[in-house]
């Protein structure tokens, strides 16, 4: 299996927060592991994306150092390759984790740390997608798209642009993916989830070679065919869009008409403690949606859609006993 879009401070285990709150002498909401749950899973009571987004707030109070970082980062891996996962690509945003004076060059060198101990201890590869985030000042956002350029192909992979995208729409940022086009950076952007068509568009138009979500982009055909034949994939994760209710049920969730359509559509997790699930399970929940649907096709969609070279994903696809 493969997680594309995965964020680290929504995909804390409980033990993890437990851990990391004693290490630093953070007082935690609950000690007890089944009412901490709540504070940090959406669970049922949220009913748009910025509801959702609080759920971050504790995971991000307890990671501002780069031991934090680099402890989280190492759990995650451990718990990735207990799933069976082979490859993920796990995205966090460098200029939250600065609240304690920290830099953002050196929380990024603290997780990619966490990536290189986490490789040797467990069976499992990861590279890293630094987020710019909506509502960020334009220095740190350029900032991160710098270091990304810095650390790209040295545990970085690619940018990406989260948060409220009803508040910040995508268009604010065109500078900052000029930027990346202009140092080569791949780039994804959560689009078309808490904003309509207009917003994967204006991604798409940016260069992006991902979308995030991408739920909106079903509106409009002209979208649609230009995601196909720009060869765009879309990163669905199923529970959190339920969550989010950037769709309003199961059945209606736009992956059946990307994959109809042949477009490159992944599933993935989101955020496993946040949207309380596992990428088994998320699978289990596409099963719902297009039993018929080969699952290798699925998995070959992400080796493809993966921000990794082509003799990484021969290695993905010897490994799953695919053809390349
Ligand atoms: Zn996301």
């Not at 689009?191 to 917003?199: F, K, L, N």
């Amino acid at each position: 299996m493969i997680d594309l879009h995965l964020h680290l401070d929504g995909s804390l285990s409980i033990n993890t927060v437990i851990n990391l709150a004693k290490i630093q002498g953070i007082s935690l909401p609950s000690e007890k592991p089944e009412e901490l749950k709540t504070y940090l899973a959406a669970g049922e009571k949220t009913s748009s994306l910025n509801e959702y987004l609080r759920c971050f707030d504790l995971p991000l109070k307890l990671l501002q150092s780069e031991t934090a970082v680099e402890y989280a980062v190492y759990e995650l891996i451990r718990e990735l390759d207990s799933q069976g996962i082979i490859y993920s690509e796990i995205r966090f945003a460098p200029q939250l984790h600065t609240e304690n004076g920290c830099t953002q060059q050196k929380i990024i060198k603290a997780a990619i740390k966490g990536v290189e101990r986490g490789e040797r201890d467990f069976n499992t590869r990861s590279n890293l997608i630094l987020c710019d985030m909506r509502g960020g000042s334009s220095e740190a956002n350029i900032l991160t798209v710098n270091l990304a350029s810095e650390f790209l192909g040295g545990g970085v992979c690619a940018v990406d642009l989260a948060g409220a995208e009803a508040v910040y729409s995508t268009s604010m940022y065109r500078e900052l993916f000029e930027l990346a086009a202009k140092l080569s950076l791949p780039f994804t952007i959560h689009a078309g989830e808490a904003a309509g068509a207009d917003s994967v568009r204006t991604a798409v138009d940016f260069g992006a070679r991902r979308i995030g979500h991408g739920v909106a982009a079903v509106e409009d055909d002209g979208l649609l065919k230009k995601i196909k034949d720009y060869g765009i994939s879309i990163e669905c994760c199923l529970s959190s869009n339920l969550q989010t209710r950037a769709v309003r049920n199961l059945k209606q969730h736009p992956i059946k008409r990307f994959l109809q359509l042949g477009i490159n559509a992944t599933i993935n997790t989101d955020n496993m403690t946040v949207s309380d699930t596992t990428i088994k399970r998320e699978l289990d929940l596409f099963t719902e949606i297009m039993p018929e649907f080969p699952k290798e096709r699925l998995l070959m969609n992400s080796v493809n859609s993966a921000f990794i070279n082509e003799n990484e994903k021969r290695r993905l696809c010897s490994l799953i006993a695919l053809k390349p």
